[in-house]
C-alpha cells in the first residue's frame, strides 16, 4: 500500500525548539511536527507555509508527520563530503604540521649549539647535509 501524502498549513513554528503544528486541509486535526521529518531542506519552515506530508504513529501512540517537505521551496542538498576526501585533507594537514614541527625543532637544536659556541658558524658545519637552515 502506498503511504498517502497529505498537505497543511503550518499554524505554529517553535524555532527554538525545533517542532510545530500543522492544520490539515481539511482542517480537521492538527498535527505535530518536529523539524527532523523536514527531510533534505536548508530551510527553516515559518507559519504559514504548505507542508506535504505522511502521518505516522509514533511509539508513544501519538500521530506525527514524517517524510515533510515545505511546498513551494526547492532545497538544494547539502554538500557530502566523502570520508576519503576528510581523511586525505587531514593527512595533508598532519604532514605540514609534522614538517614545521621538525623544522622548528631542528632549528631550535641548532641554534642552541651556536649559541653555545657563540659562532653560527659552527652551526652550517654541524649540520646534515640538506638541513642547512641558511
Not at 527532523?36 to 504548505?50: S, Y
Not at 502521518?55 to 517524510?67: E, M, P
Not at 604532514?95 to 659562532?119: C, D, P, T
Request: proline share 4%.
Amino acid at each position: 500500500m502506498k503511504p498517502v501524502l497529505r498537505k497543511g498549513k503550518l499554524t505554529t513554528w517553535k524555532d527554538d525548539k525545533g517542532f510545530g503544528f500543522i492544520r490539515s486541509s481539511d482542517g480537521t486535526q492538527d498535527v505535530f511536527i518536529h523539524i527532523t521529518a523536514l527531510k533534505e531542506t536548508n530551510h527553516r519552515p515559518q507559519v504559514g507555509d504548505l507542508i506535504c506530508y505522511q502521518l505516522t504513529v509514533g511509539k508513544d501512540g501519538r500521530i506525527h508527520a514524517s517524510n515533510a517537505f515545505i511546498e513551494g521551496v526547492v532545497s538544494k542538498p547539502l554538500p557530502r563530503v566523502s570520508s576519503s576526501a576528510i581523511e586525505k585533507e587531514t593527512f595533508k594537514l598532519k604532514a605540514k604540521s609534522s614538517l614545521m614541527f621538525e623544522v622548528l625543532l631542528l632549528s631550535k637544536k641548532y641554534v642552541g649549539v651556536a649559541r653555545r659556541r657563540h659562532r653560527i658558524e659552527d652551526t652550517l658545519k654541524i649540520l646534515p647535509v640538506g638541513k642547512r637552515l641558511v
